[in-house]
């Protein structure tokens, strides 16, 4: 039960970047006021869990109705996270875990940026949303299991919550440097598991046989 707490919170905390998320968010809301950028916080946070959660419970059930087997998502999302802890470890931008400068761009102009891009795609991004699918159908229908990758889900998004609330002091803090250190070491933590998950879903496919 540690190892599967271990696993989903390091791959939750890497595919969200509470962080990352918060460097954005301290960016784009630095005019505003203490109320709005409450506000924002609070809504962002509330969206985002409630898309994650829902992929969560029912995203296998999605993949099974398109006849997407076990073994390909977990190779697949093997994959899609294996990118994204590259991109973590070399300090560069992905789509897969941040907003691309386009969508940037667009969400400053928005006095509304608690949906996009802050809930979507920012903090409920392909990764966060790949890895939840992935570690729910990891635990194979063990109730257990599936209640603890939840609570790693909530605890993610809690730490995250908090970080926007206080973005800007923490962005002051860190600074670029030291963002860069965090997301770097959580990339490599990222990558290592993803292969994980690519060698499981390879040996439980019929790729080489049975």
């Known amino acids: 039960m540690i190892e599967t707490a271990s696993l989903a919170l390091a791959t939750?905390?890497?595919?969200?970047?509470?962080?990352?998320?918060?460097a954005v968010f301290a960016t784009m809301t630095g005019n505003g006021t203490l109320e709005y950028k409450r506000s924002m916080a609070i809504r962002a946070t509330l969206i985002a869990s409630v898309i994650l959660v829902a992929f969560a419970l029912f995203g296998e059930i999605l993949l099974a109705s398109l006849g997407i087997s076990l073994a390909a998502l977990r190779t697949a999302g093997g994959i899609l996270l294996l990118?994204?802890?590259?991109?973590?470890?070399?300090?560069?931008?992905?789509?897969?875990?941040?907003?691309?400068?386009?969508?940037?761009?667009?969400?400053?102009?928005?006095?509304?940026?608690?949906?996009?891009?802050?809930?979507?795609?920012?903090?409920a991004g392909p990764g966060a949303m790949g890895a939840a699918i992935l570690l729910m159908a990891n635990a194979e229908g063990d109730l257990i299991r599936q209640m603890i990758v939840l609570a790693s889900l909530l605890a993610i998004l809690l730490v995250t919550g908090i970080a926007l609330l206080f973005a800007s002091k923490i962005h002051q803090f860190l600074g670029v440097t030291g963002m860069h250190a965090i997301s770097r070491i959580m990339g490599f933590l990222l990558a290592a598991?993803?292969?994980q998950f690519i060698f499981d879903g390879i040996r439980q496919s019929a790729v080489f046989g049975a």
């Open 193 to 195: 598991l993803a292969v």
């Open 83 to 123: 990118l994204i802890g590259i991109d973590m470890v070399f300090a560069r931008s992905s789509g897969g875990t941040s907003t691309t400068d386009e969508e940037e761009r667009e969400g400053i102009s928005k006095q509304d940026i608690s949906i996009f891009p802050i809930a979507t795609p920012l903090i």
């Open 12 to 22: 939750f905390f890497a595919t969200i970047g509470p962080i990352d998320v918060a």
